[in-house]
């Protein structure tokens, strides 16, 4: 994989569009993203898994 790939594939917590994108995308907010982060580190397909889950268990 090229480094533009793998840059896709990683959520960076340093780009506020990035976290603002993906709370949106998982009806999270940005703080709740943050913590996903600091938990899982910064590949997407996990913070993915992770979110999808978070939103399952708590859909408020």
């Known amino acids: 994989m090229n480094s533009q ?3 896709k594939q990683k959520l960076s ?3 506020v569009e990035d976290l603002e994108a993906f709370a949106l995308k998982h009806g999270l907010n940005a703080e709740e993203v943050q913590d996903l982060v600091d938990r899982i580190g910064h590949d997407r397909q ?3 898994d992770a979110a999808l889950v978070k939103t399952a268990e708590d859909p408020n």
Do not use: G, Y
Request: glycine letters at 0%; aromatic letters at 0%; a negative charge.
């Open 46 to 48: 996990a913070l993915e």
């Open 13 to 15: 917590s340093e780009k």
């Open 5 to 7: 790939v793998l840059e």
